[in-house]
């Protein structure tokens, strides 16, 4: 999966993660953070899988607003995860640790279902999946 910033434009499925970009704030800034964004979200680990969040495809979308506030869509691999407690707290907490993020809003999505055909091959190489 690209680390690079997208448009909000419909892709096919399976998408790749997304930072949107619509922002009244400079392009080098949101450029910036975005990229700041992603390197948090990757410190985040599903306890059970030896594979960051971002790179299982498990943030579907990041939204950063005018006012800096930025909200996340993510899912879980299923909806019996048993961190689904803990794992939306924990992007939350990354990517406020982002210097010059606003409030952040995490929220857990279950269309589209994820699959493994989200993975970057990266988290297939850490998870032997090929």
Known sequence: MSDTIQS?????????????????LPPEETERLGADIVAALKTV?????????YELGLIYKVDIKDDRAVDVEM?????????AGELPTMVENAVASVAGVGPVSVNVVWEPVWTPDRM???????????
């Open 45 to 53: 680990y599903d306890p059970e899988i030896p594979a960051d969040i």
């Open 120 to 130: 970057s091959d990266e988290a297939r190489l850490v998870l032997n999946m090929w």
């Open 75 to 83: 899912t879980l691999t299923t909806p019996n995860c048993p961190a």
């Open 8 to 24: 909000d434009t419909k892709q096919a499925e399976p998408a790749p993660n997304r930072v949107d970009t619509h922002s009244a």
